[in-house]
């Protein structure tokens, strides 16, 4: 058996408005997230991989905007209900946060197999809207991030 590796991307998609991308999760309706996904292989860069998800979510190609590594890093346990899709003893997963900004939105084509909606939204409504507290924390930095860039 193949199992995952427990090193995630989670790439927060927004325009240069701050209106954030969401994608409702297809096995738990009503759960809205940024793109997200684990590494494919131990030796896989995160950068790749960000780009990869992200592709593979939502149809969108890295290069039309600029993606960024945040330098920030979550790790968290897994939830109970996921735990067999990971080695034996596995127990957290260490979340790598990228930014990807789109000059405007993007046409979006999701994966039927992951999710089954997608919108924008302002950041603030995004960031509510998210299950995820590393998802949510996330969005909210890019109020930081306008006044810095």
């Known amino acids: 058996m193949s199992y995952k590796i427990p090193v995630s991307v989670l790439v927060v998609v927004y325009s240069a408005a701050r209106e954030v991308l969401l994608l409702e999760r297809a096995q738990r309706p009503g759960f809205w997230q940024s793109v997200t996904g684990s590494l494919e292989r131990a030796d896989e860069p995160l950068e790749a991989a960000a780009a990869r998800e992200l592709h593979e979510e939502t149809g969108i190609d890295a290069a039309r905007g600029r993606l960024e590594r945040w330098n920030v890093a979550n790790t968290f346990e897994i939830y109970l209900h996921w735990r067999h899709r990971f080695a034996p003893g ?4 260490t979340e790598h946060v990228f930014g990807l900004e789109l000059v405007e939105r993007s046409p979006v084509a999701i994966s039927p197999d992951e999710h089954v909606a997608f919108l924008w939204l302002p950041w603030r409504e995004a960031a509510q809207k998210c ?3 590393s998802n949510r924390d996330a969005i909210r930095m890019l109020a930081e991030r306008a006044v810095i860039s």
């Open 90 to 93: 596995v127990t957290r997963n």
């Open 131 to 133: 299950f995820s507290w």
